[in-house]
């Protein structure tokens, strides 16, 4: 009975706790507070938009190359002799201007050249007045030996008419013909002497231009031994000194002029800036010559050259193409010219441009009218545009695009003036989603600056 009485107390012992954990489980759950109402999260994505606006929009394109005077002239001598004069001003790095004497050769012997071309002339000259008094008085003998000659053939006709009738000799008839004959000699004489004047002419007439064209060439030969600068220039190059004997073809000097430099900009893309559209009468004048391309197509170009924190740049005119492309780079090259480029006319001094600084040239083309551009960042996959429409839903929507310059790309057709394109990164963008657009003016007006030409 006891081992009974002690296997319910077990019993007990054991159920009782766990009867009471339930009861003290229970109590709490129905006295347990109501969780807090939690307000229904709006799961709308905010995005940052532009509106679509029709704007002008000036192309933009980057070119590189190096700088490299426009005019070089190379001295090099036409005779040969001793240099008995350099200017002090021939040394490298001197500016030179038009017409300075850099180089004499000795002359002595070009101005005895030009002392003998001249006498000779004159020597002609004399024949040829000679021949002319000659011809002259020969002209006049000619006229008296004809009268003579006349008179003579009377003569003849006389005796014979007279020997015909047996009243004059025979002997007479002969005197009276040989004396014909020989006044018929006479003039013959004369008048062959007068052809051979004529001939004896052609010939010093001859000489006469030979003789000339002697003089020019010893004039130019003496005007050779005084080198003088073309132009105004920067000495680049001596290879003379004084009393030094200099030889016909040898390159003396070399120099650089100051009026212009060139830049070779080779051109990896931006070809929409060169568009077939041309002013008529700029083309005309390209096409003989003298235009430029920059004129003719309505393109101004800037030349930048970037040095750590030194900056400077000039006002670049686009002279014309290179011929070829590149054969390193495979890109075309445009020649831009800028004028003065030491400043020299300025009243206020600017770093100079020179030979072989390498640049950033910036052209600018004539500006596309009316075109909507958007951020490129709001492009995706090359042809599509995010767009909130009127009920704020995205709607993905595609276009197509123009050229892409700086921050914006040009589209050309896809969207409409005055639709909001959404510039945020939207992942994922799914249709239809609804979006909170935020009007971020920044952008719109950093891109209308960008198309404007402010990038710089």
Known sequence: MSEKRKKLQRILFLTVPVVFGILIFMVLLKVKPNPPHKEQID?????????????????????YGTARPTNVWQAVAEVSGKAIYVSPSLKKGSRISKGTLLVEIDPTEYKLTVAEAKTNLQSIDAQVKQSIDKEISNKELLKLELNTLDLKQ????????????NIASKSDFEQA???????????????NTLNSLGSERELLKAQEEQAKLSQQSANLQLQYTKIRAPFDSIVSNVN????????????????????????????????????????EEARSRLIEGNGSVGDALGITAIVRFNFGKISSEWKGNVMRFNAQIDTKTRTPGV??????????????????????????????????????????????????????DENNRLRIRRVKTG?????????????EPGEKIIVTDVIPA???????????????????????????
């Open 43 to 63: 799961n709308k994505r905010k995005v940052r938009i532009i509106e679509a606006e029709k704007t002008d929009v000036i192309p933009i394109a980057l070119g």
């Open 154 to 165: 009377k003569e003849l006709d006389r005796q014979k008419k007279l020997l015909g009738n």
């Open 177 to 191: 013909e040989a004396a014909f004959l020989a006044q018929k000699y006479k003039v013959q004489t004369i008048q």
């Open 240 to 279: 003379v000194e004084k009393l030094q004997f200099v030889q016909k073809g040898q390159n003396i000097a070399e120099a650089e002029g100051v009026d212009s430099i060139e830049i070779e900009a080779q051109l990896a893309n931006g070809l929409y800036v060169f568009r077939p559209e041309a002013n």
């Open 335 to 388: 020649i831009v010219q800028v004028d003065d480029p030491f400043g020299l006319k300025l009243e206020t001094p600017k770093r100079p441009l020179i030979k072989g600084m390498y640049c950033e040239v910036e052209f600018y083309g004539r500006p596309f009218k009316n075109i909507i551009i958007i951020p490129r960042t709001a492009l995706h996959n090359k042809n599509t545009v995010y767009v909130a």
């Open 403 to 415: 050229f892409t310059q700086d921050s914006f790309t040009m589209i050309r057709e896809g969207l």
């Open 430 to 456: 799914v249709e239809g989603m609804s979006v909170i657009p935020i009007l971020d003016i920044e952008l719109a007006s950093k891109i209308k600056s960008d198309a404007m030409g402010g990038r710089k």
